[in-house]
């Protein structure tokens, strides 16, 4: 099993930033692919960003040129660089893990963009 733990959501104002952090623990094996999926209620989760093992990265539309993704394979972990946020960000983010045996999720993070 793999254990993801997740960190850094909270409440910024809109214009301010964030950096979520997405630690692996457990039984790992090499993830293929990790990154952020967010929710907001009563919407599907939604793709924000992820990278690859060969550290190519695909930023959905609406974050591009504002949000960066990077890991750190030593430490198995994952980084999303939230900048320049707005009120639409607002929802909970998912980190993900996958590897060939599966995908596995952490519990989630509310960020919430507020004046």
């Known amino acids: 099993q793999v254990q993801l733990s997740e960190s850094g959501g909270g409440l910024v104002q809109p214009g301010g930033s964030l950096r979520l952090v997405c630690a692996a623990s457990g039984s790992i094996s090499n993830a293929y692919t990790m990154g952020w999926y967010r929710q907001v209620p009563e919407q599907k989760r939604e793709l924000v960003a992820n990278?690859?093992?060969?550290?190519?990265?695909y930023f959905a539309d609406f974050v591009k040129g504002r949000f960066l993704i990077s890991k750190d394979n030593a430490e198995n972990t994952v980084y999303l660089q939230m900048n320049n946020l707005k009120p639409d960000d607002t929802g909970v983010y998912f980190c993900?893990?996958?590897?060939?045996?599966?995908?596995?999720w952490g519990q989630g993070l509310q960020v919430t963009v507020s004046s």
């Open positions: 993900y893990w996958g590897e060939l045996r599966g995908v596995y």
């Open positions: 990278i690859f093992n060969d550290s190519r990265t």
